[in-house]
């Protein structure tokens, strides 16, 4: 991961701890694997995960995460 992706993601940590949520990786290591490189918000309480029906419902990719995070984007619980 490059230094800019990194300062990103830490960035997007930070603001996803003061709204209360949890910022997870996808742990995938293959390139080629769906879900590589993508991101997802749980709620710290509950865990329950947030979605905002993107092509999987669930994964955003690191920009995503950010227009989440900055409330461009209109978030949704997950319901299981």
């Known amino acids: ?10 960035r997007a940590r930070r603001a996803a701890r003061r709204q209360g949520l949890t910022l997870r990786k996808s742990r995938t290591r293959d390139l080629r694997a769906v879900g590589y490189g993508t991101y997802w918000l749980t709620d710290t309480k509950t865990g ?3 979605r905002w029906g993107t092509r999987d419902g669930l994964a955003l990719n690191i920009t995503e995460i ?4 900055d409330g461009t984007t209109p978030v949704r619980k997950h319901h299981h």
């Open 48 to 50: 329950q995960t947030i």
């Open 66 to 69: 950010e227009e989440v995070l």
């Open 1 to 10: 991961m490059d230094k800019d992706a990194k300062t990103r993601e830490n």
